[in-house]
């Protein structure tokens, strides 16, 4: 079987590779990417994302065409002093992901909850769309 890959999954193999030091984004990316499940149901297209500690204000959901997008910053807690890590691999900063939806799942109508750190988005789907592929990452 022939496997293809986006950009973006090679980004996260080549972060996932490099995660001695997860906390410095790969050159010329501002931005690192959380975890993310996305799957679906028979009524809706479901997105999680792990963004433990990032305040429910810092983030940002848009819809624009078939592409979500999921936007935020997790800020680093205030410290006492100059601290001396001795590990660090809880990222920090501005985050995002870009996630292609499937054909038929409107963007005009979706919902979002955000608890115990995890964000849920759930777009649902148009009359007669079934599951399959949602295509590549943009």
């Known amino acids: 079987m022939k496997r293809t890959y986006d950009l973006e999954q090679i980004r996260d193999h080549m ?4 995660s001695g030091r997860p906390h410095l984004p790969l050159p010329g990316h501002a931005a690192w990417h959380p975890p993310t499940d996305a799957y679906e149901t028979e ?3 479901v997105v999680r994302v792990d963004i433990a500690g990032a305040r429910r204000e810092d ?3 848009v819809a624009d065409g078939r592409v979500l997008r999921i936007r935020g910053v997790r800020r680093s807690l205030p410290s006492e002093g100059r601290p001396q890590f001795h590990k660090m691999e809880i990222r920090m900063g501005v985050f995002e992901r870009h996630l292609r939806l499937p054909e038929g799942c409107g963007c005009e109508s979706f919902s979002i909850d955000y608890q115990e750190g995890i964000l849920v988005v ?4 148009g009359p007669g769309r079934t599951s399959g592929p ?3 990452e943009p």
């Open 134 to 136: 949602a295509g590549p």
């Open 43 to 45: 009524a809706e297209f």
């Open 59 to 61: 983030l940002s959901v």
């Open 122 to 125: 759930r777009v649902a789907k």
């Open 15 to 18: 972060e996932h590779l490099l």
